[in-house]
């Protein structure tokens, strides 16, 4: 078919030919072709301005100089061509020493070593805090700051500002007053934050400093490092009630009063075998588990076999609660320290 294509070519075009034939116009062409270039390696390209073997020895030999291993290039080709002397440009220099491998930076680099995992555990109440800020959206663009200090221990919220900005004075101001209103002895605290900027403020770690306060810092962009607050923040905006917008400052003092009050009294806190963070934070878990424990008793003499693993007994809030724990933390009667709220 495509040598009766090619022999009307000058009758009837090809493109016609091919197009009511349903013939490509490669295929037809194809047995033209000489066969392909590839098949033979073509010869290596001679290159006039490459260096010869003797040249770039002398290259080497220049370079390794013991007047020349600490110079530059443009060092090197100037101090020789001052004694009459041209071996390469500095742009060859710079290669034949890339080549080798010997092209670096050779000045000391500032390197950032990687940041320390933190690691806090806390076995009784104000010994170590954990606090972040928030944001909350106003009415008109505006937004409001909300900061929330946590013992980690319990998770009772120790102390909590709602503030329109979020600044290291601020920040420096609350946890003076709210460690004093506490009677909490600075020295036996640790205060664990992430690294914004009200945390890393001269205020704040100069006030840390000066009251004897442990300061702790997650590592930049792990979030995982400060999660009891950033759980607890997320307890407070999954509320029901919490609002799309905050009317005003008044309004978001109001709101968030309310909110800590339930969650301290009142809140059923899942990492504290649902125990009240205050429960935990004033020592009176015992004295609920004895009124839990007397009606899961009466329940287990009343229908027995509703129980299938036998006898019920109150789970306690864990012994231990960490951040980042450095090994695993095995506390007979404790349960293993959960974050979620």
Known sequence: MSEAVLSMREEVPVARACDALGLSRATLYRPERPAHASSTPAPARAVPRKLSDAERAAVVEALHREEFVDQPPGEIVATLLSRGVYVASVRTLYRVLAESDEARERRAQRRHPPAAKPSLTATAPNQVWTWDITKVAGVGGAWFYVYVLIDLFSRYVVGWLAAERENGPTAAAWLRETIARRGVDPTALAVHNDRG??????????????????????????????????????TMKYQPDFPERFGSLLHLRGWMAEFFDWHNDAHHHAGLAMFTPADVFHGRVEDVAAVRQAALDAAYATHPERFVKGPPRVRRPPANVSINPALPVDTPGAQPHAVGS
Not at 202 to 214: D, E, I, N
Not at 224 to 231: C, G, V, Y
């Open 197 to 234: 900027a009200p945390m890393t403020s001269a205020s704040f770690t100069q006030l840390c400093t000066q009251l004897g306060v442990a300061q702790s810092f997650s590592r930049p962009h792990v979030s995982d490092d400060n999660p009891f607050s950033e759980a607890q923040f997320k």
